[in-house]
């Protein structure tokens, strides 16, 4: 799976990964990893991932801006 994710790298809009996240729908599985544990008492896991999946977003959003 790692190999498929590093050789399987696209270009232009979608090549940061939340764009390719967003590209291929899964932006809502991964949120969904993120957030579902606290469902089953992991609410420190949780809020780490999901501040993690935030703070991702954020700096995608700004490395996409600088790399054009």
Do not use: C, R
Not at 12 to 29: D, I, M, R
Not at 39 to 47: H, Q
């Amino acid at each position: 799976m790692i190999g498929w994710l590093f050789t399987n790298i696209s270009t232009g809009e979608h090549s940061y990964l939340y764009g390719w996240l967003l590209s291929s729908n899964l932006f809502w599985y991964a949120l969904a990893i993120s957030a579902l544990p606290s469902l089953w008492g992991k609410f420190k896991f949780s809020a780490v991932t999901t501040a993690g999946f935030i703070v991702g977003i954020v700096a995608g959003i700004i490395v996409e801006k600088y790399k054009k």
